[in-house]
C-alpha cells in the first residue's frame, strides 16, 4: 500500500461515530501506524492533548505526530477542535498536521477548514488509499506555517507558480504583519 514505515507515527483520531472510528484505527493499523489513540469527540482530544503536554509518561506517548478527526460531532466538533490546536494558548503543538474527515466538501466548506488551518481533508466514504495518500502527502509535501493576523496554519498555496510580476510574498525588513514559519 505505502512505502513508508508509519510504524513510528502517534495518531491522534477524534470520531464520534464508533463504526467509523472502529474502521479508522484499523484501517490505520493495516498501514502500520504504530499507535492510534482513539476519542470520541473534540473535547476528549483537547484533553488528551493537555495530557501528553502535562504528563507524557503517564499517557505513554510524548507528542502526537498527526490529528485526524470528523467534522461534525458534538459536543466539541472538527473545527472547534482545530481552532483550539491551531490557535490556543494551550495547544502543545500548533503545528501538528491536521486531517479534517466529511462529508461535506462543498467548496465553502473546504475553505472554511483551509481558512481555519487544516493540512489536509479526508473525504467520505474513503478507502484504505486514500488514508495513505493523506499521510503520505504530509510527510512528502510538508508546507511551511504562515502566521499572519488573521490567519495561522500550513500555507494554503499548494502548487510552486512562478509569480507575475515581483516576488511579494518575500520579508523584507518592511513587511508588516506577516510571519513564515518552517514547522
Known amino acids: 500500500m505505502s512505502d513508508y514505515d508509519f510504524d513510528r507515527v502517534n495518531v491522534l483520531l477524534a470520531e464520534d461515530s464508533p463504526f467509523i472510528r472502529s474502521l479508522l484505527v484499523?484501517?490505520?493499523?493495516?498501514?502500520?501506524?504504530?499507535?492510534?489513540?482513539?476519542?470520541?469527540?473534540?473535547?476528549?482530544?483537547?484533553?488528551?492533548?493537555?495530557?501528553?503536554?502535562?504528563?507524557?509518561?503517564?499517557?505513554?506517548?510524548?507528542?502526537?505526530?498527526?490529528?485526524?478527526?470528523?467534522?461534525?460531532?458534538?459536543?466539541?466538533?472538527?473545527?472547534?477542535?482545530?481552532?483550539?490546536?491551531?490557535?490556543?494558548?494551550?495547544?502543545?503543538?500548533?503545528?501538528?498536521?491536521?486531517?479534517?474527515?466529511?462529508?461535506?466538501?462543498?467548496?465553502?466548506?473546504?475553505?472554511?477548514?483551509?481558512?481555519?488551518?487544516?493540512?489536509?481533508?479526508l473525504a467520505k466514504p474513503f478507502t484504505i488509499k486514500n488514508i495513505a495518500d493523506k499521510l503520505v502527502s504530509i510527510i512528502e509535501r510538508p508546507r511551511q506555517f504562515v502566521h499572519t493576523k488573521d490567519y495561522f496554519g500550513p500555507d494554503r498555496r499548494r502548487q510552486k507558480l512562478e509569480p507575475k510580476g515581483p516576488e511579494r510574498r518575500v520579508l523584507t525588513d518592511k513587511s508588516e504583519g506577516v510571519e513564515i514559519i518552517r514547522g
Request: hydrophobic fraction near 45%; charged fraction near 25%; avoid cysteine.
Open 26 to 121: 484499523n484501517s490505520l493499523k493495516v498501514l502500520g501506524v504504530g499507535q492510534v489513540i482513539a476519542v470520541e469527540h473534540g473535547g476528549d482530544a483537547i484533553n488528551f492533548l493537555k495530557r501528553v503536554k502535562e504528563e507524557p509518561m503517564k499517557v505513554g506517548i510524548q507528542q502526537i505526530d498527526i490529528i485526524v478527526s470528523n467534522w461534525d460531532m458534538s459536543p466539541v466538533d472538527g473545527m472547534m477542535f482545530l481552532r483550539w490546536v491551531r490557535r490556543h494558548k494551550d495547544s502543545p503543538d500548533r503545528f501538528v498536521p491536521f486531517v479534517m474527515i466529511t462529508s461535506y466538501t462543498e467548496p465553502e466548506r473546504v475553505t472554511m477548514a483551509r481558512e481555519m488551518g487544516v493540512t489536509e481533508i
